[in-house]
């Protein structure tokens, strides 16, 4: 797996409060390695967060399109805007 996919993965597995502390360790890893995904990944959290769950089901929805995403194909670091 690609690092961005991989990171693509831990970010999913960490929104969905399913990543261990061993995969959180990780993904710090390899954002403080990666500025620009670093940069990507709290742009999208903070679109993640922004509503503080007034649209959980829209966000829960748009999550399962990535992560189905991520599985089928991988993203080479870039979520199409059709997925969204």
């Known amino acids: ?5 991989k990171i693509w993965q831990l970010v999913l597995n960490k929104l969905a409060g399913e990543a261990t502390e061993k995969q959180l360790l990780q993904l710090d890893q390899l954002l403080r390695h ?14 993640w967060h922004h509503d503080n769950g007034a649209a959980d089901s829209t966000n829960l929805r748009l999550f399962e399109k990535i992560k189905e995403q991520i599985n089928k ?7 199409p805007d059709s997925t969204l």
């Open 1 to 5: 797996m690609k690092s961005e996919d």
């Open 34 to 47: 990666t500025p620009e995904m670093e940069h990507r990944v709290k742009q999208f959290t903070e679109w």
């Open 73 to 79: 194909n991988g993203t080479n670091g870039n979520i």
